[in-house]
């Protein structure tokens, strides 16, 4: 079995110059759970697949992943990644932007080494999930200047810049391992779900986390009155007078007091177990089109995965 973290780890970026590639270094060796490349990797094995033909594909999605966290940083102003400073802070913006570009030049490297039989629809599958991540980043930036936006339209925000990426590294290595097409749209779809469950389940740790367990601040979303799952829930379900708090709140300069009234009132409201009713039911989802797929242990691991997302601390 092919140990994802060790092949990360071997990735080289010991090249000149620094100040470009130190960041890349120092981006990938913070951790994290390496989601994507394992799914790559899990749903190459579900399907009788080698895991070395899809080594390339998880490695090229970890990689892509996590430059569009460094530009999302940027973008967010957020100081803190996996619990430390996050690249733009470190160094400096054009650092982190600069670096990001490289990492998406070196996740189109790493993808052209698919064996070549099964390059042409992997490339294309990952430029359409490319171009749905950037769609979903528009329309997250789009929210913030928007006070009309529908939880509807938050799902699908979420779906493109969230759900893709999970989705295209489950059919990518389905696909290697040469599953059949309906198994394809079947694992896609699955993970869909787990992508859908992980965001909200992340739109309710910065709320209600621990930031020791979670690696950033909480509270960052209500301070910038960002638009996610628990706030329009919340304006969806308020009453007049809760709708009037809800505003004056959303007014209020960003802080502890913000943060603490804007969390009082989701209690009040109830959001907490209406996001927590949603994760159980994507994660549901995903879990009902796993037992389409076969079953084995590669299954096995993919059902504990999607019960320990709907469970996470972090």
Not at 30 to 50: E, H, V
Not at 71 to 86: I, K, L, N, P, Q
Not at 237 to 257: F, I, N, S
């Amino acid at each position: 079995m092919v140990d994802i973290h060790s092949a990360i780890a071997s990735l080289d970026w010991s090249k000149e110059p620094q100040g470009l590639y130190a960041p890349i270094a120092y981006t990938l060796r913070a951790g994290g759970k390496r989601l994507r490349p394992q799914l790559a990797l899990t749903a190459c094995r579900m399907f009788g697949g080698r895991e070395e033909d899809a080594l390339p594909a998880a490695l090229a999605l970890e990689v892509f992943h996590n430059f569009t966290l460094l530009h999302d940083d940027v973008m967010d102003h957020a100081e803190v990644r996996r619990g430390r400073e996050t690249v733009h802070v470190r160094w400096n913006e054009n650092t982190s932007i600069l670096s990001g570009d490289q990492m998406m030049i070196e996740a189109y490297r790493l993808l052209s080494q698919v064996p070549a039989d099964k390059l042409h629809k992997t490339l294309r599958w990952f430029n359409e999930m490319a171009t749905e991540i950037c769609e979903g980043q528009q329309y997250d930036v789009d929210f913030e200047q928007r006070e009309d936006v529908r939880l509807e339209e938050y799902i699908e925000m979420i779906r493109l810049k969230t759900s893709v990426l999970l989705a295209n590294a489950l059919r990518t290595g389905a696909y290697i391992a040469g599953a059949p097409d309906e198994a394809q749209q079947a694992i896609y779809d699955c993970g869909i779900h787990l992508g859908l469950a992980f965001q909200i389940q992340d739109d309710l740790l910065d709320v209600y986390g621990d930031p020791k367990t979670f690696g950033k601040a909480i509270g960052g979303d209500i301070c910038c009155n960002k638009k996610t799952y628990l706030l329009l829930t919340a304006r969806d379900r308020a009453d007049e007078v809760q709708r009037t708090r809800l505003a004056e709140w959303l007014k209020h300069a960003p802080g502890k007091e913000k943060i603490a009234g804007m969390t009082a009132l989701y209690d009040e409201i109830g959001v907490r177990g209406i996001a927590e009713q949603a994760i159980a039911q994507h994660t549901a989802e995903a879990l009902g089109l796993l037992d389409t797929l076969p079953q084995n242990e590669a299954t096995d691991f993919l059902r504990q995965l999607a019960n320990k997302l709907e469970n996470r601390t972090s």
